[in-house]
């Protein structure tokens, strides 16, 4: 069964501390993007990686961090230093970095208490 | 620069009548452009996409969109609603960057209610 799987759905983290969300496809995709979506805004992109080992910032990069040791997996870190770090958090994947249709996981909903 | 413009943040219609979602881009060349759908707590599921073959484009559950140079428009529409297509819908435009990347610009989303 196909698809983009992130985990956990639900985060709670205390200020101060980072905390890596998860994701993982199947789907054999070269590109892998993380957006961040608030209430009543669209997706803006945190990074995104056209091909294993490299990786460029989105548009607010700031307060995270990627890594893109496989191909399958593209594990995101919210740093301390994310100021306003509550937000939902989703994943897509692409074929390629060139290929337009992006195709996105379920997201996790970061909470910071 | 690449925009997109979602009209309406809210609309709300009745069970079996018509939905049109509005949305206007602005792009220096012909753009990808995509409608998505997200329930809550969902991830974005892609209704159709625009990659300038046939204006008039068809996607799942019954809804298309029409692409329209002249007035820079993508709106979304559907015959007739149900219950289940309540949920957010978002429009969005794909360009591509200096070094081949693809990037994707998205409207706010329009938060689509169906009334018995």
């Known amino acids: 069964d196909g698809g983009i799987t992130q985990s956990p759905k639900y985060l709670f983290r205390k200020e101060g501390q980072n905390v890596t969300l998860s994701c993982e496809q199947n789907?054999?995709?070269?590109?892998m993007y993380w957006y961040r979506q608030d209430p009543g805004q669209g997706l803006r992109l945190i990074y995104y990686?056209?091909?294993?080992?490299?990786?460029q910032k989105g548009d607010i990069a700031e307060g995270y961090s990627v890594s893109r040791e496989k191909k399958e997996s593209f594990p995101l870190t919210v740093t301390s230093a994310q100021k306003n770090p509550t937000a939902f958090y989703l994943c897509?994947?692409?074929?390629?970095?060139?290929?337009?249709?992006?195709?996105f996981g379920p997201g996790t909903r970061l909470t910071v208490l | 620069a690449q925009s997109v413009t979602q009209l309406d943040s809210h609309v709300s219609v009745s069970e079996g009548t018509p939905v049109l979602l509005r949305c206007n881009y602005s792009?220096?060349?012909?753009?990808?452009l995509f409608w998505y759908v997200q329930h809550p707590n969902k991830g974005l599921q892609l209704l159709l996409k625009?990659?300038?073959?046939?204006?008039l484009v068809k996607g799942i559950n019954g809804f298309e969109a029409e692409f329209k140079k002249s007035e820079t428009s993508f709106h979304l529409t559907k015959p007739s609603a149900h219950m289940s297509d309540a949920a957010e819908y978002f429009c969005?435009?794909?360009?591509?960057?200096?070094?081949?990347?693809?990037?994707?610009?998205f409207g706010t989303g329009t938060q689509l209610k169906v009334e018995l």
């Open positions: 990686s056209q091909i294993v080992n490299d990786f």
């Open positions: 969005v435009v794909r360009f591509m960057e200096a070094g081949g990347g693809n990037k994707l610009t």
């Open positions: 789907l054999n995709h070269d590109a």
């Open positions: 625009y990659t300038s073959a046939a204006t």
């Open positions: 897509a994947s692409s074929i390629s970095g060139s290929t337009d249709t992006q195709y």
């Open positions: 792009s220096s060349y012909s753009p990808s």
